[in-house]
């Protein structure tokens, strides 16, 4: 059963980097059936995607986020990571990291996701 | 860029149908996905391709996909399905392609 792991800091200051990692079990991320994927959701509010990256370093972002945000993947840790720059407190909200499968662009598998604030 | 369009809430009494739209400019040519979410859960999905069911869901769980217009169905509903749902496309008409959301719908049951 493949799982995923967000991890990072709860807290961020404004203006500064927010950075998470999603640690991937059960399945390998360098597995080419699959893409993988950030996404996030303010307090009471839909989900936003954020951005996702292939086995390869591809990746795609969200235009509206796309000038402060970067995805890596490290395959030797089986992770992949977020970071988003010049954060406001409009940042703030739970982020998710979930398994897109390449075939149907679906999500099938979401961590359980971390909350982070923006906030001095 | 592309937009989905969800009623925010829909209410239904238990043992009937509920059914929750997603309007999009020609969605039919898409594929939509629905997920589920309940108070502090990560979303499930519920159906895929449209009409899909992943392994574990229901088949109470369907939907369709027409026009301007994709639909989840639940039927007979249960105490149980009160959640959010969030339609789900692929855009991959611009320079950009990228996921689109709906922004959900809250379903009640009576």
């Known amino acids: 059963q493949v799982q995923l792991q967000e991890s990072g800091p709860g807290l961020v200051k404004p203006s500064q980097t927010l950075s998470l990692t999603c640690t991937v079990s059960?399945?390998?991320?360098?597995?080419?059936?699959?893409?993988w994927s950030w996404i996030r959701q303010p307090a009471g509010k839909g989900l936003e995607w954020i951005g996702r990256i292939y086995t390869s370093g591809s990746t795609n972002y969200n235009p509206s986020l796309k000038s402060r945000v970067t995805i890596s993947v490290d395959t030797s840790k089986n992770q992949f990571s977020l970071k988003l720059s010049s954060v406001t407190a409009a940042d703030t909200a739970v982020y998710y990291c979930?398994?897109?499968?390449?075939?149907?662009?679906?999500?099938?598998?979401w961590g359980q996701g971390t909350l982070v604030t923006v906030s001095s | 860029s592309y937009v989905l369009t969800q009623p925010p809430s829909v209410s239904v009494a238990p043992g009937q149908t509920a059914r929750i739209t997603c309007g999009g400019n020609n969605i039919g040519s898409k594929s939509v996905h629905w997920y589920q979410q309940k108070p502090g859960q990560a979303p499930v999905l519920v159906v895929y391709?449209?009409?899909d069911r992943p392994s574990g869901i229901p088949e109470r769980f369907s939907g369709s996909n027409s026009g301007n217009t994709a639909t989840l169905t639940i039927s007979r509903v249960e105490a149980g399905d009160e959640a959010d749902y969030y339609c789900q496309v692929w855009d991959s008409s611009s320079d950009h392609p990228h996921v689109v959301f709906g922004g959900g719908t809250k379903l009640t049951v009576l």
């Open positions: 979930a398994r897109m499968s390449a075939r149907k662009l679906c999500f099938d598998y």
């Open positions: 391709d449209d009409s």
């Open positions: 059960g399945g390998s991320i360098s597995s080419g059936s699959y893409y």
